[in-house]
């Protein structure tokens, strides 16, 4: 259980990192990094520090951590999490 964040479903964030990040990247690609950092979550992927990972942040910092090891923030206040990741 991650408490903290916003849950958001994968298609919605796909949606709003396309909005926030216009001509970087296409649907496909995000939701395909999204994808394979949400099953290596539901596999047990742990962040080095031996907490569970934050998948979004997970997928765009190019390596698997928890939220404090990627943002350095104690805990997270306005930020997203995969739903489906949330439980
Ligand atoms: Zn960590």
Same mark, same amino acid.
């Given at each position: 259980?991650? !408490?903290?964040?916003?849950? /958001?479903?994968?298609?919605? &964030? *796909?949606?709003?990192?396309?909005? $926030?990040?216009?001509?970087?990247?296409? =649907?496909?690609? *995000?939701?395909?990094?999204?994808? @394979?950092?949400? %099953?290596? &979550?539901?596999? +047990? =992927? %742990? #962040? $080095? #520090?031996? $907490?569970?990972?934050? *998948?979004? +942040?997970?997928?765009?910092s190019g390596?698997?951590? #928890?939220?404090? #090891? /990627? !943002?350095?923030? =104690? &805990?997270?206040?306005? @930020? &997203?999490? /995969?739903?489906?990741?949330? /439980?």
């Amino acid at each position: 259980m991650k !408490t903290g964040f916003t849950p /958001i479903s994968l298609d919605e &964030y *796909v949606k709003l990192h396309l909005k $926030n990040n216009p001509g970087t990247s296409q =649907a496909a690609e *995000v939701t395909e990094v999204l994808e @394979d950092t949400l %099953r290596a &979550y539901k596999q +047990g =992927a %742990r #962040c $080095n #520090c031996g $907490n569970p990972i934050w *998948v979004i +942040g997970s997928a765009f910092s190019g390596f698997d951590g #928890c939220f404090t #090891c /990627i !943002t350095g923030e =104690a &805990y997270p206040e306005d @930020d &997203y999490e /995969i739903d489906e990741a949330c /439980i």
